[in-house]
């Protein structure tokens, strides 16, 4: 995807806050434009007050779904309803799907079985089953980490992510999967396989603006930067320290 695609947000009010707001449309933007911007919930409750206050801010527009029986989510069944109606215009290259709610696995499955892309966006007690339907999901805690001093999610030191198996295990398979003969791998590709592998992968989600920072950190790798071309743009290259060396 790129930054012209459309995208459909659709927010569940009840599963999100409103602190949020900035920084998820912000983020956002680096996939599309959002054209349509919908948040769901029940208005006359008191407890969304804070997203009321925001709405008009974003153009977000509200829709209201009354609670008609207690204990049950009458806003996911009207926001599935709407995101359907949405898809089948034809008009959208993905959907954001903002809520921590399993309700919403299904739905995620559904449009990307239509082959459009989805975002997911929720917080890191997201159950499994949603994270893994989406294309690629983003936790809310990491939201507005853009430089060292205001990461919201501690940064994890080289001997601890050295001892988190299912990191290391994802990066050096998706350098194996992404190098030529001699074991060296263009960053590009290797964040392109570990994003299929693992929608809730995020280098922020270990305190590291990007990729490549969080390979450097982990010290299992060789890093080199290469001339692209004639221009004075330089490329990253990653190979597996265990990689001997050959040639």
Same mark, same amino acid.
């Given at each position: 995807?790129?930054?012209?695609?459309? =995208?459909?947000?659709?927010?569940?009010?009840?599963?999100?806050?409103?602190?949020?707001?900035?920084?998820? =449309? $912000?983020?956002?933007?680096?996939? +599309?434009?959002?054209?349509? *911007?919908?948040?769901?919930?029940?208005?006359?409750?008191?407890?969304?007050?804070?997203?009321?206050?925001? =709405?008009?801010?974003?153009?977000?527009?509200?829709?209201?779904?009354?609670?008609?029986?207690?204990?049950?989510?009458?806003? /996911?069944? %009207?926001?599935?309803?709407?995101?359907?109606? !949405?898809?089948?215009?034809? *008009?959208? /290259? +993905?959907?954001?799907?903002?809520?921590?709610?399993?309700?919403?696995?299904?739905? %995620?499955?559904?449009?990307?079985?239509?082959?459009?892309?989805?975002? &997911?966006?929720?917080?890191?007690?997201?159950?499994?089953?949603?994270v893994s339907a989406c294309d690629k999901f983003i936790y809310t805690e990491v939201l507005g980490s853009k430089t060292d001093e205001t990461e919201a999610v501690t940064r994890k030191s080289?001997?601890?992510?050295?001892?988190?198996?299912?990191?290391?295990?994802? !990066?050096?398979? %998706?350098? #194996?999967?992404?190098?030529?003969?001699?074991?060296? $791998?263009? =960053?590009?590709?290797?964040?392109?396989?570990?994003? *299929?592998?693992?929608?809730?992968?995020?280098?922020?989600?270990? &305190?590291?603006? *990007?990729?490549? #920072?969080?390979?450097? $950190?982990?010290? !299992?790798? #060789?890093?080199? #930067?290469?001339?692209? &071309?004639?221009?004075?743009?330089?490329? !990253?290259?990653?190979?597996?320290?265990?990689?001997?060396?050959?040639?």
């Amino acid at each position: 995807m790129d930054n012209t695609d459309k =995208l459909a947000v659709l927010i569940d009010a009840d599963n999100a806050q409103p602190g949020i707001v900035d920084d998820l =449309l $912000a983020e956002i933007a680096n996939f +599309g434009v959002a054209s349509v *911007k919908r948040i769901y919930g029940d208005w006359t409750a008191p407890n969304l007050k804070g997203w009321k206050e925001v =709405l008009l801010q974003h153009s977000i527009q509200p829709v209201q779904q009354f609670m008609y029986t207690k204990g049950k989510n009458a806003t /996911d069944s %009207a926001m599935i309803i709407d995101a359907m109606d !949405l898809l089948y215009t034809n *008009k959208f /290259d +993905g959907f954001c799907l903002v809520s921590s709610d399993s309700d919403f696995t299904r739905l %995620a499955s559904r449009i990307r079985e239509s082959g459009l892309f989805v975002f &997911g966006f929720g917080e890191q007690k997201t159950p499994s089953a949603f994270v893994s339907a989406c294309d690629k999901f983003i936790y809310t805690e990491v939201l507005g980490s853009k430089t060292d001093e205001t990461e919201a999610v501690t940064r994890k030191s080289s001997s601890e992510l050295k001892q988190d198996t299912k990191l290391v295990s994802l !990066l050096r398979n %998706a350098v #194996e999967a992404s190098s030529d003969d001699s074991g060296w $791998a263009h =960053l590009a590709p290797v964040g392109s396989t570990i994003a *299929k592998q693992s929608p809730e992968f995020d280098p922020r989600n270990y &305190g590291y603006r *990007k990729l490549g #920072e969080l390979v450097s $950190a982990t010290g !299992l790798f #060789e890093m080199e #930067e290469r001339q692209t &071309g004639t221009t004075e743009s330089k490329t !990253l290259y990653v190979r597996d320290k265990r990689r001997k060396q050959t040639g």
